[in-house]
Protein backbone atom coordinates (compact mmCIF):
# COMPACT_ATOMS: atom_id res chain seq x y z
CA UNK A 1 0.00 0.00 0.00
CA UNK A 2 1.35 3.37 -1.12
CA UNK A 3 0.16 6.74 0.64
CA UNK A 4 0.99 10.27 0.13
CA UNK A 5 -0.56 12.64 3.05
CA UNK A 6 0.69 15.78 5.01
CA UNK A 7 0.72 18.42 1.94
CA UNK A 8 0.81 21.19 4.74
CA UNK A 9 -1.52 23.62 2.09
CA UNK A 10 0.60 22.51 -0.88
CA UNK A 11 -1.80 19.79 -1.75
CA UNK A 12 -1.92 20.14 -5.68
CA UNK A 13 2.03 20.41 -5.85
CA UNK A 14 2.76 17.73 -3.01
CA UNK A 15 -0.09 15.59 -4.34
CA UNK A 16 0.77 15.59 -7.99
CA UNK A 17 4.27 14.66 -6.64
CA UNK A 18 2.82 11.84 -4.20
CA UNK A 19 1.13 10.55 -7.48
CA UNK A 20 4.47 10.39 -9.35
CA UNK A 21 6.50 8.89 -6.80
CA UNK A 22 3.62 6.52 -5.91
CA UNK A 23 3.50 5.52 -9.95
CA UNK A 24 6.80 5.24 -10.23
CA UNK A 25 7.22 2.88 -6.99
CA UNK A 26 4.58 0.94 -8.33
CA UNK A 27 6.08 0.45 -11.62
CA UNK A 28 9.44 -0.28 -9.65
CA UNK A 29 11.00 2.36 -11.29
CA UNK A 30 13.30 4.67 -9.84
CA UNK A 31 12.34 8.50 -9.53
CA UNK A 32 14.70 11.37 -7.77
CA UNK A 33 12.11 12.69 -5.37
CA UNK A 34 11.33 9.41 -3.91
CA UNK A 35 12.98 11.05 -0.33
CA UNK A 36 10.90 13.95 -0.35
CA UNK A 37 8.12 12.18 0.34
CA UNK A 38 9.94 9.36 2.36
CA UNK A 39 7.85 8.30 5.45
CA UNK A 40 11.49 8.30 7.36
CA UNK A 41 12.41 11.48 5.76
CA UNK A 42 14.19 14.04 8.10
CA UNK A 43 11.96 17.00 9.85
CA UNK A 44 11.97 20.05 7.79
CA UNK A 45 12.76 22.83 10.14
CA UNK A 46 13.14 25.17 7.67
CA UNK A 47 9.18 24.73 7.58
CA UNK A 48 9.45 26.40 11.08
CA UNK A 49 11.74 29.05 10.12
CA UNK A 50 9.28 29.77 7.58
CA UNK A 51 6.57 30.19 9.88
CA UNK A 52 6.85 33.77 11.53
CA UNK A 53 6.69 34.92 7.84
CA UNK A 54 3.89 32.88 6.62
CA UNK A 55 2.06 34.31 9.09
CA UNK A 56 2.73 37.87 8.49
CA UNK A 57 2.22 37.12 4.94
CA UNK A 58 -1.27 36.17 5.05
CA UNK A 59 -2.09 39.17 7.93
CA UNK A 60 -0.94 41.25 5.44
CA UNK A 61 -2.88 39.92 2.50
CA UNK A 62 -5.71 40.03 5.06
CA UNK A 63 -4.98 43.61 5.87
CA UNK A 64 -4.67 44.61 2.11
CA UNK A 65 -7.89 43.36 0.94
CA UNK A 66 -9.63 44.97 3.79
CA UNK A 67 -7.85 48.06 2.95
CA UNK A 68 -8.08 48.03 -1.04
CA UNK A 69 -12.29 47.16 -0.25
CA UNK A 70 -12.47 50.36 1.78
CA UNK A 71 -10.47 52.61 -0.77
CA UNK A 72 -13.17 51.31 -3.36
CA UNK A 73 -16.05 53.06 -3.23
CA UNK A 74 -17.94 51.04 -5.71
CA UNK A 75 -17.26 47.91 -3.15
CA UNK A 76 -19.63 47.61 -0.28
CA UNK A 77 -19.15 45.67 3.08
CA UNK A 78 -22.30 44.49 4.61
CA UNK A 79 -24.22 41.53 6.78
CA UNK A 80 -27.03 39.99 4.97
CA UNK A 81 -28.79 37.33 7.01
CA UNK A 82 -26.05 36.55 9.36
CA UNK A 83 -22.79 36.21 6.23
CA UNK A 84 -20.55 39.19 5.53
CA UNK A 85 -20.72 39.56 1.85
CA UNK A 86 -19.13 42.43 -0.48
CA UNK A 87 -21.56 43.99 -2.96
CA UNK A 88 -20.22 45.34 -6.07
CA UNK A 89 -22.55 47.94 -8.07
CA UNK A 90 -21.80 48.05 -11.87
CA UNK A 91 -22.29 50.93 -14.08
CA UNK A 92 -25.30 49.90 -14.81
CA UNK A 93 -26.51 49.75 -11.04
CA UNK A 94 -26.31 46.00 -11.08
CA UNK A 95 -25.69 44.57 -7.72
CA UNK A 96 -23.06 41.68 -7.28
CA UNK A 97 -23.26 39.81 -4.51
CA UNK A 98 -20.23 37.53 -3.09
CA UNK A 99 -19.50 36.12 0.13
CA UNK A 100 -16.55 38.00 1.92
CA UNK A 101 -14.73 34.53 2.76
CA UNK A 102 -12.72 32.26 0.12
CA UNK A 103 -13.38 29.00 0.66
CA UNK A 104 -10.15 27.64 0.57
CA UNK A 105 -8.66 28.98 3.80
CA UNK A 106 -10.89 31.66 5.29
CA UNK A 107 -9.21 34.89 3.81
CA UNK A 108 -10.73 37.85 2.63
CA UNK A 109 -11.96 38.94 -1.27
CA UNK A 110 -11.19 41.70 -2.94
CA UNK A 111 -12.54 43.49 -6.06
CA UNK A 112 -10.38 43.91 -8.79
CA UNK A 113 -11.88 46.79 -10.67
CA UNK A 114 -9.77 45.59 -14.43
CA UNK A 115 -10.65 42.53 -14.70
CA UNK A 116 -14.34 42.26 -12.81
CA UNK A 117 -12.46 39.54 -10.47
CA UNK A 118 -13.10 38.88 -6.97
CA UNK A 119 -9.50 37.56 -6.03
CA UNK A 120 -7.80 36.10 -2.95
CA UNK A 121 -4.58 37.51 -1.84
CA UNK A 122 -3.80 34.82 0.39
CA UNK A 123 -3.46 31.83 -2.45
CA UNK A 124 -4.53 33.54 -5.57
CA UNK A 125 -7.97 31.96 -5.94
CA UNK A 126 -10.54 33.67 -8.37
CA UNK A 127 -13.91 34.47 -8.81
CA UNK A 128 -16.13 35.90 -11.78
CA UNK A 129 -18.57 39.38 -10.57
CA UNK A 130 -21.11 36.87 -9.27
CA UNK A 131 -18.63 34.64 -7.20
CA UNK A 132 -18.47 31.49 -9.54
CA UNK A 133 -14.83 30.07 -9.24
CA UNK A 134 -12.40 30.87 -12.02
CA UNK A 135 -9.47 28.93 -10.52
CA UNK A 136 -8.24 27.45 -7.31
CA UNK A 137 -6.51 26.71 -5.05
CA UNK A 138 -10.45 27.16 -3.88
CA UNK A 139 -13.12 24.49 -5.09
CA UNK A 140 -16.14 26.41 -4.19
CA UNK A 141 -17.77 29.55 -5.69
CA UNK A 142 -18.15 32.44 -3.38
CA UNK A 143 -21.62 33.02 -4.62
CA UNK A 144 -24.47 34.49 -2.29
CA UNK A 145 -27.82 33.11 -2.28
S1 LIG B 1 -7.45 31.46 1.34
FE1 LIG B 1 -6.23 30.37 -0.04
S2 LIG B 1 -6.86 31.08 -1.96
FE2 LIG B 1 -8.08 32.14 -0.58
Redesign the pocket.
Known amino acids: MFLGTGYN?WGMTNGSLAGEIISSLILKKDNKYKDLMAPKRALNLSKLERLPSDIYGNIKAICKSTKNNVNNNKVINKVIKGKKVLIYIDENNNKHIVLNK??????G?VFNEIEKTWE??????RFDIDGKLIN???NFDITFK
Open positions: TCPHLKCICLCHGSGPS
